[in-house]
């Protein structure tokens, strides 16, 4: 019975790559996944042409687009110029999310508490390790904090949010960044890890006196206690979509090398400081200009129309400058072997 | 004479022709099935030595890097891609060692109710249940643990362990710090449980195979159950038992999903028990899609090799083991 169903499955999943032939193909991150995959679904009935999209995460997106398997990679962390240079890509974000630091503590709601970016790093850092800390105190005169120990819960595989949140703290604590530093993976000092954004809500849930991060629909989603931040402008913030826009538009995308911008602790009275892109990874000169052309097409289409949806799943659309500017630069770096540019979306 | 009998010698000869014929298509036929077996069983090694090969090439790049000290350094930080498999390798043994502890006696203890001193009528549903419990897929006790067993823990357990040994010399370092739920001891449990009815369901078919004649002549001369037990059915089924033992240490070890929900996946070696740690499999499940650069990858692979290596020893010990028994007893 087992046996038959995975010959089932197998012979279902090679039935499926073979008629995915003319279909798109990529591969990487799990963050913009949900998205994608609604993108793919709209698309398919518009025009006919489907998406075959492997959610096997960023570092596998990666690798992939390197071995030319895949017509485009995906990954939540952008590529540093010279490592896109060395392996002929350029790359280009889709849309915009953010991480969430997420509580579970008696008598303390989703915005009652406020935190800034040291004592956050100081308390994922294990400096700080009880709840009535004078620090968190002097942040939430008006909080009823109680005196339990602070569980850190992050995550435990590699991550886009991750990467955002490491970033964030990098930036706002010294300690951090040369202790710890900033990646999809990090050596943590001190707390849990739980994999996945499901994992992290659900540990947090189970823990009394815990706090983690996740990405911000699964905060929604799950109703979690969200904290509140201060922002470089000394400003309280919520999160929300307009706060994590307002941090994509700050970003100086125009002087932008190859797209290379991390959203973190950017200025602005608005902003939601731990915001970060998701990106699209494309060989220069791609081995099948035709699929690329497709690829890209489909892209055009999103910017043009997936925003609504994109809203939907609580992903933050890109403002229309950006995209401006990505379509310029497909034009002028992704070439045939005619040295034409394969596709040009005005 | 010559037309009769040249018929004759034709049907003589035909038949043995055909019976000749005959006899060539069965030895064809056995070759042929000899072959198919020979194949089969060849096949196992180059799968074994394709596994074996594809994990050296793959840690190859992790050993030149780190050299042995790979095996001893505890860091594990993909920021600046320094790399060590000590946390996981001890968590791997400890977890193990500590399930093995919890589920052989308890094993054995049921295999014994069951076979020796259990009513008839309840024998075979406790047996079953017992096979139910080996066919729980190992993401339904992951689910459990996480949600049910942790959360109980950590309300109603582990308070009451960090309070009563606090003040006991060595055990207060092995419960100590604050009752997370999730870490090193639930994940042991989780795994005790899991490796329960290997234990108990080889244990039980072993025990049902020692002659009647041989207990019911220890209980003529006046043998206690623990007597018939400890001196005439263990030593009798010995080889079977410790062959249950070791299928339930090799699950125990590479157990990955329910072991990845509990455990806490912090790379660090902590004193406490009730402390956050990883194992092997956990770290490889956890990592290996989102690992960024190779050498990233290739001490993941090289901790899959030290995994390997691990069962390898533990199965050849096993073995090295029974022979040593066997020989003692003069077999």
Known sequence: MFMKSIIGAALLAAGVSMAAATDISGAGATFPYPLYAKWADLYKKETGIGLNYQSIGSGGGIKQIKAGTVTFGASDMPLEPKDLNAAGLVQFPTVVGGSVPVLNLDGVGADQLKLDGPTLASIFLGKITKWDDPAIKKLNPDVKLPSDAIVVVHRSDGSGTTFIFTNYLSKVSPEWKTDVGSSTAVEWPTGIGAKGNEGVSNNVQQTKGAIGYVEYAYALENKMASVDMINKDGNRVKPSGAAFQAAAGRADWANSDHFYVILTDQPGPDTWPIAGATFILMPKQPADPAAAATALKFFTWAYAKGGQVAEQLDYVPLPQSVVDQIEKMWKAEIKGPDGKPVYSAS | ?331
């Open chain 2, 1 to 331: 004479m010559a037309e009769i009998s040249t018929p004759q010698l034709k049907t003589v000869d035909s038949g043995l022709h055909l019976r000749l014929r005959a006899a060539r298509r069965f030895a064809l036929s056995d070759s042929v099935f000899r072959l198919l077996t020979q194949s089969s069983a060849a096949f196992v090694l180059v799968m074994l030595g394709g596994v074996v090969l594809s994990l050296v090439y793959g840690s190859a790049l992790a050993f030149r890097k780190f050299g042995l000290a790979f095996f001893t350094t505890q860091i594990w930080n993909p920021v600046t891609e320094k790399f060590g498999a000590a946390a996981p390798i001890f968590g791997t043994l400890v977890t193990s060692a500590i399930a093995m502890a919890i589920a052989v006696p308890v094993g054995v203890g049921i295999a014994v109710f069951l076979t020796e001193l259990c009513p008839p009528p309840l024998r075979r549903p406790i047996g079953i249940a017992i096979e139910l419990l080996a066919g729980i897929p190992s993401i339904i006790y992951g689910i459990w643990g996480l949600f049910v067993f942790a959360p109980f823990l950590q309300e109603h357990v582990q308070p009451g362990m960090i309070a009563l040994f606090g003040s006991v010399p060595v055990l207060s370092s092995l419960f100590a710090g604050p009752p997370y739920g999730i870490g090193v001891l639930t994940a042991s449990l989780i795994l005790a449980i899991m490796v329960l009815p290997f234990v108990t369901s080889i244990s039980r078919d072993v025990f049902d195979t020692v002659p009647p004649v041989l207990k019911e002549s220890a209980y003529g001369i006046g043998c206690t159950t623990w007597e018939v037990v400890w001196n005439i059915v263990i030593p009798y089924t010995r080889a079977g038992v410790i062959g249950g033992i070791m299928l339930g240490l090799g699950r125990a070890l590479g157990e990955t999903m329910a072991v990845t929900f509990v455990i806490g996946n912090a790379h660090k070696i902590a004193s406490s028990l009730l402390a956050p740690g990883t194992t092997i499999s956990a770290t490889i499940a956890n990592e290996f899609t989102e690992a960024v650069g190779d050498l990233y990858t290739s001490s993941l692979i090289a901790l899959g090799l030290i995994l390997f290596m691990i069962t390898f020893v533990v199965l050849a010990v096993a073995r090295i083991m029974l022979m040593r028994l066997d020989v003692k007893a003069g077999r």
